[in-house]
């Protein structure tokens, strides 16, 4: 189904080539990233990026933080259009009126600061994104890692809150010209095979081995023809989980046809690589060949082909059960249990957000549905529209109505079950979802109380059919249905009557309207000239995701309070990392004040004069993970460490740029160490990095260390810190973000 050609590749006149009468060189000019990359770059150097983008937009979960990083930092006005959507409201009472006080702050602030406001239900992030801001050539910044348009020829890209604040600053985002993968598309997908089939393979085929970690997917090919724009855009929003930078399509009379739909035929421009172009790296995807695709937990590249785990289901369920029982030996997993004479049975099936929510996915599940019935068992069935439109386009068709005959449930645009805040699944429960990410804990479970349910992602057609037979996973292609695609009408008067647009329209005399749980940032300090940290958490799983750092679900009701927000942190991982950090945090707080606190004094005295390194140093805690960051854009990942006293990450490596992106602009020191060096070091145990501030200063990027055991031992340790730009180095001297933005206003 899937090659991956790991050697670069010439595109000559759309067809792949090894060689081509044209230098390399000249030739990465030639491809549609390096164009829209380069008008968008403002450093003068095609190979440092310093990009200011045509948009922004953040969901609930981000844009209060987001909003109050800038103001403190100095902005007036949003410079650019910034769309505030609000598809992550919990639609639940967890804290009182605190979601709700987080929508009426967004559109105070979009009335004071000129922007777009989407309120609740009217539709998803992404999916207001690719409706009313995508325009070909152009690029997009979001708060969410699935910011991804690249099917409608926007380049867009997920980073974390204090990367939109610098675009609200008139700043630019830095980094290096990325290498450029050509993912080149034939065939036409058979009867059945829905854009997540598609996905879960590329996923399936590129993320362990990070064959295209940090690079620009660029598809071409003649198999984007046979391609419908929604089957692009729900292949598009999952190249996230391949790790790659971000993604863009060549466009055509598809695309073309979305825009004049939507109301937009201006914003339409054709976009394909020059006639030699040249790419890093190759991946072939041949759409005939294409099956359906079940990943299994706990990450959207466990996958299989749906026959094949239908045919191993007790050699694959049993390895998974061996698996999730190590990573919880406190649960009792059963995973066996699901297994029936006629196949596994799943218990609930959910279709809906930015990729599972989309026309045409449902309005085919609806016709595989049609006449048939859910079952009055244990399975059930949630969709979820990803807009209003689209809601209200399904409703014209009949589509909903097949679907609510079929014993289905029809909810509001929202995307609570992908970050845990609906349809959560019950204790041992086994979740379908056409959803973006299967991570542990993601879908709302609490292993830590004993309570534990899985997801395995599956596109909407597969879940319809498993739904149809019972809650017995079941392939699409192997079921008989008669369905003739629609077409979409998109009625512009659902936006025009329900959103405020106010890009331009900024009202300086405009109350920002703040609820009690709206608070600032507490106070951050500059790097002192040495530090020592205090392992709070040790974690050797191989991938640490940020929905571990910090948990979804009903800790985002919290998302506008950092002091109680951060009390969340680890806590679903490693439940103890809270308090220990905020027992180092105490300790410090009392260095800060003047004090000599005994154990500070003891450790400095391990290493050196305690007496004239007390003046100096700077204490707080650490994190050691594997590989820290895959997952969610979240800034809370690394501000919530930040706010508990974290001075450091120490990894052999971080999953994206956007979390180690994260963790710089919230002045936390982003170590990684060899990978041949063994960390056999534990929570307790100290880390002590002299001359760090002279390091961060100077561009040292090799610096030795002191490991402080806590059973008495000291041992030498290499800490790197690579690649820094100029201005991340000042931001982490000044000790955050919000800090540097202050020093350069002074």
């Known amino acids: 189904m899937i090659e991956l050609i790991e050697k670069g590749m010439y595109l000559v006149d759309g067809v792949p080539c090894e060689t081509a009468d044209m230098p390399v060189e000249e030739a990465k000019k030639n491809t549609i990233a390096y164009g829209i990359l380069q008008a968008h770059n403002h450093s003068g150097n095609p190979d440092k990026l310093q990009v200011k983008f045509d948009a922004l937009i953040s969901h609930d979960i981000t844009y209060v933080g987001i909003i109050q990083q800038a103001r403190a930092s100095g902005m007036k006005k949003f410079p650019l259009p910034y769309a505030l959507t609000n598809c992550h409201n919990s639609l639940c009472a967890v804290g009182g009126t605190i979601n709700e006080d987080d929508h009426v702050f967004g559109l105070s602030a979009a009335k004071k600061y000129g922007g777009i406001f989407v309120p609740p239900n009217v539709s998803v992030i992404h999916s207001y994104a690719r409706e009313e801001m995508a325009k070909c050539g152009a690029m997009i910044l979001g708060s969410d890692s699935h910011t991804r348009y690249g099917a409608l020829g926007t380049m867009a890209v997920g980073e974390g809150g204090p990367e939109l604040a610098k675009q609200l600053l008139n700043n630019t985002w830095d980094n290096n010209m990325p290498e450029v993968v050509m993912v080149y598309l034939t065939g036409k997908p058979k009867k059945g095979i829905g854009p997540h089939d598609v996905a879960i393979a590329l996923v399936g085929a590129t993320f362990a081995s990070g064959f295209v970690n940090n690079r620009v997917l660029e598809f071409v090919g003649p198999g984007i023809a046979n391609l419908p724009i929604d089957f692009r855009n729900g292949i598009d929003v999952m190249t996230t989980e391949t790790t790659c930078h971000t993604s863009i399509w060549q466009t055509d009379e598809t695309t073309r046809a979305f825009f004049e739909t939507h109301k937009r035929p201006d914003d339409y421009k054709e976009l394909k690589p020059g006639k030699v172009a040249y790419y890093d790296r190759m991946i072939h995807i041949d759409l005939d060949k294409m099956e359906s695709m079940i990943a299994l937990p706990f990450h959207p590249s466990n996958a299989y082909t749906i026959h094949y785990f239908n045919e191993h289901r007790e050699e694959l369920l049993s390895k998974l059960q061996e698996e999730a029982q190590k990573k919880y030996p406190k649960l009792k997993v059963d995973y066996m249990s699901k297994i029936r004479e006629n196949g596994v049975y799943a218990t609930q099936g959910f279709m809906g957000g930015c990729s599972g929510g989309m026309f045409d996915s449902i309005q085919e599940a609806a016709a ?170 040790v974690i050797h799983d191989p991938v640490t995701t940020t929905d571990e750092l910090i948990p979804s679900g009903e800790t985002s009701s919290l998302r506008s309070n950092p002091i109680k927000l951060s009390q969340y942190t680890l806590s679903r991982r490693v439940p103890e990392y809270p308090g220990r950090a905020n027992a180092i945090a105490a300790i410090e707080k009392e260095h800060v004040a003047g004090g000599r606190p005994e154990h500070l004094v003891e450790l400095l005295s391990r290493v050196g004069n305690a007496d004239e390194l007390i003046k100096n140093t700077q204490y707080g805690s650490a994190i050691f993970a594997n590989k820290p960051g895959d997952g969610s854009a979240r800034e809370q990942a690394a501000s919530c460490q930040k706010v508990l006293g974290g001075f450091a990450n120490i990894c052999y490596e971080f999953a994206t740029k956007r979390y180690r992106s994260n963790c710089i602009n919230w002045g936390i020191l982003p170590f990684t160490i060899d990978k041949d060096v063994e960390f056999n070091y534990e929570d307790g145990d100290s880390v002590f990095v002299p001359g760090i501030r002279k390091a961060i200063e100077e561009g040292i990027e090799t610096i030795p260390a002191k490991v402080i055991r806590k059973n008495g031992g000291i041992d030498d340790i290499t800490l790197h810190v690579k690649g820094l730009t100029d201005d991340e180095k000042h931001i982490i001297l000044e000790g955050c973000l919000m800090n540097f933005y202050a020093s350069q206003n002074n």
């Open 368 to 537: 595989i549905l049609k006449g048939k019935s859910t079952g009055n068992d244990y399975f059930s069935l949630s969709v979820y529209p990803t807009s209003i439109p689209v809601n209200l386009e399904l409703t014209k068709i009949g589509a909903i109505t097949d679907l609510l005959e079929a014993g289905a449930i029809i909810k509001p645009s929202f995307c609570g079950p992908c970050f845990g805040a609906g349809d959560t699944p019950a204790n041992n429960g086994l979740s379908l979802r056409h959803a973006t990410r299967n991570f542990p804990n993601r879908d709302g479970s609490k292993p830590g109380d004993g309570q534990f349910a899985s997801v395995c992602l599956m596109d909407a057609l597969s879940i319809a059919a498993t739904a149809a037979n019972g809650g017995i996973i079941t392939a699409a292609t192997d079921v008989d249905y008669e369905y003739e695609r629609k077409p979409y009408h998109f009625d512009k008067n659902v936006y025009d009557n329900r959103i405020y647009y106010g890009y331009g329209k900024a009202d300086e005399n405009q109350e920002l309207i703040l609820g009690p749980n709206i608070t600032d940032w507490p106070k951050m300090y500059k790097l002192s000239d040495n530090l020592l940290v205090e392992l709070a958490a």
